[in-house]
């Protein structure tokens, strides 16, 4: 394959990502979710594809072949997580608002916030470490990292958010900047001690 080839197979690549996440931003905003834990997971599957995908460029960038089933493994794996967030909803858990944000901005400076980043913002250390596995199982494998990497700020989506599409927003632009832009280690930093700071700010008024 020539080098024009690759960089049109990368941009191509890139694109539909970006195309399907904004067909889930789309299909959210429309969205009427009926009761019952099918409906809600389907709305927290979509909700996860209109965040994520654009974070799994890079390594998108580098598999070759079966690119769908990678995005597809990566939906699922994060689709799979919403069962959490249902299970808090029916037992009604509701922490104080306070205390998730500063968890979550202490998680955002541990070393396992860090290891965990570093997976996905290296993806061709990620694809050797990994080259037996299929497309499907790759992308489930590289969404189980990312999960850990960005615990934290579903936390915060989940139990101080309450999930709305406002802070999924804020929240998606965060993880990009954090998985796919320079700067990385500055921009974690910064949002850890940002998440401490309204934390104590929202403790003491």
Known sequence: ???????????ATGAALLAASAAAWVALVVWEQPMG??????????????MMLPSIL?????HRGGDVSLAVGYVAIWGAVGLV?????????SPSVPL?????????LTPLKHACLARC?????????????????????????????????????????????????VIAAIVFVQKVL???ETSVRVTGLALIFVAATAAVT
């Not at 409906?39 to 594809?49: H, Q, V, Y």
């Not at 500063?102 to 998680?107: D, K, V």
């Open 1 to 11: 394959m020539s080098l024009l080839q690759v960089e049109r197979s990368t941009a």
């Open 37 to 50: 834990i099918v409906a809600f997971l389907a709305g927290w599957t979509l909700m996860m594809a209109a």
């Open 58 to 62: 890079p390594l998108a960038a580098l």
């Open 85 to 93: 967030p249902w299970e808090l909803m029916e037992r009604g858990v």
């Open 100 to 108: 998730v944000l500063g968890l979550a901005g202490a998680y955002e």
């Open 121 to 169: 913002r290296h993806p061709a250390g990620f694809l050797l470490r990994h080259h037996r596995s299929g497309p499907f199982r790759l992308g489930v494998e590289h969404g189980l990292w990312c999960i850990g990497c960005c615990a934290g700020l579903m936390a915060v989506l989940v139990l101080a958010a309450s999930m709305s599409l406002g802070w999924a927003a």
């Open 182 to 184: 320079p700067l990385a």
